[in-house]
Structure formats: C-alpha cells, structure tokens
T-cell receptor, first 110, second 114 residues
Framework: AQSVTQLGSHVSVSEGALVLLRCNYS??????LFWYVQYPNQGLQLLLK??????LVKGINGFEAEFKKSETSFHLTKPSAHMSDAAEYFC????????FGAGTRLTVKP | DAGVIQSPRHEVTEMGQEVTLRCKLI?????LFWYRQTMMRGLELLIY????????DSGMPEDRFSAKMPNASFSTLKIQPSEPRDSAVYFC????????????FGNGTRLTVT
C-alpha cells in the first residue's frame, strides 16, 4: 500500500529563512505526490503536485518540491519564509484514494 | 470553479442525538471523499464515492456512521447515535477520477458532541 511519512510535526523558522519540510513516500509503483496547506479553520488547499513530468515541481506562494526516487523523498522548500506561510502542511500520495501524512505545523518567527 | 460547500460549519449536539453533515459539489467532480480530522489521528479517510457509488468505506468507524450520495453533486454523512468521541472536523472533498488529480476541499464541519 502507498503511504507517506512526514518527518517533524513542528518546524519553526525565522522570517526570511529557508523552509524545509520533509516527506518520504512508500510506493511499489511510480507515485502521484502532493503537498497541501491548511490555514486555521479552513480546508486543505493544493500547493503543488508531482506528475513525473519533472522532478522539480514549482507550486504557489514560492514553494517547490523535488522528487528524489533514490531517496524516496518529496521534500517541500521555500527559500525565504514569510509570516503568512505559518500553517499546517500535508504531504499526500494518491491512487486510487488520497492518503495524507500526519502534517507539519510551520511557525514563522518575526 | 470546482467548489465544495459544506454545511453546517459548526454543529454542537448532545450525546445520543443524530447528526447529519452535508456536502455539495459545485462542478467538475466525479469522486467525493469524506475525511475526519482530529489532533490524535490526523486526517482519516472515512469513505469515498465514484460516480455516486461507494467504493471504499473501510474507514467508517462503526455502524453508527453512514454516508449517502443520492446524486452527482450532493452527499450526506450521518452519525446516529452520536458520541463525544465523534467530536472532530469533518471534511468533504471532490476530484475527478484521474489518479493524479488533486482534491478540492470544503471548509469542514466542526462537530462537538457533549
């Protein structure tokens, strides 16, 4: 069965610092991978998705993720954190239904 | 706009009462998913439908939970009788049937059972 594991339930960075949120996947077939963001009192919103067209995927709000088959990873990064990035981030794998990681809460300090 | 509308946004009820959560898909979806989110267990898939047919309900906790999708754009999740441990945020999400399509989530229903 396909699954994802997010390393670190909480990540705290300073405004302007690099954001790195880790996700590893387990799949016997080429996976469809996603990152979602959840702001308080809202549903999840798609940040980006991997569809095998390119290993480096660019998403909204300056986020990007790199698919590394050798490491079974799909880590999410942003070069410079903004206060508005504070939220919970979920990695997910699809096929035939979407399965989510436990989530990583990102805190951005001024 | 492939929107998902959930109602109510908040529901407070007493243990033993019946609760019905509603989800309306605005357009562009063939599949509908119900998730439950809690601090302890994160996001759990309860059930999903494809073209109105339930495909996988293995995540439904027990017989007190039931879900229906009477047409292509509407679904209900019912809990009868409700218990305090059912308190959670319940999300509905839609997508088309392609595996690499993302989910479009509603804003959820926060259920509190006292």
């Amino acid at each position: 069965a396909q699954s994802v594991t997010q390393l670190g339930s909480h990540v705290s960075v300073s405004e302007g610092a690099l954001v790195l949120l880790r996700c590893n996947y387990s799949s016997s077939v080429p996976p469809y991978l996603f990152w979602y963001v959840q702001y308080p009192n809202q549903g999840l919103q798609l940040l980006l998705k991997y569809t095998s067209a390119a290993t480096l995927v660019k998403g909204i709000n300056g986020f990007e993720a790199e698919f590394k088959k050798s490491e079974t990873s799909f880590h999410l990064t942003k070069p410079s954190a903004h206060m508005s990035d504070a939220a919970e981030y979920f990695c997910a794998v699809s096929g035939p239904n979407m399965r989510f990681g436990a989530g990583t809460r990102l805190t951005v300090k001024p | 706009d492939a929107g998902v509308i959930q109602s109510p946004r908040h529901e407070v009820t007493e243990m033993g009462q019946e609760v019905t959560l509603r989800c309306k898909l605005i357009s562009g979806h063939n599949s509908l998913f119900w998730y439950r989110q809690t601090m302890m267990r994160g996001l759990e898939l309860l059930i999903y439908f494809n073209n109105n047919v339930p495909i996988d309900d293995s995540g439904m906790p027990e017989d007190r939970f039931s879900a229906k999708m009477p047409n292509a754009s509407f679904s209900t999740l019912k809990i009868q009788p409700s218990e305090p441990r059912d308190s959670a945020v319940y999300f509905c999400a839609g997508t088309d049937t392609v595996d690499n399509s993302p989910l479009h989530f509603g804003n959820g229903t926060r259920l509190t059972v006292t």
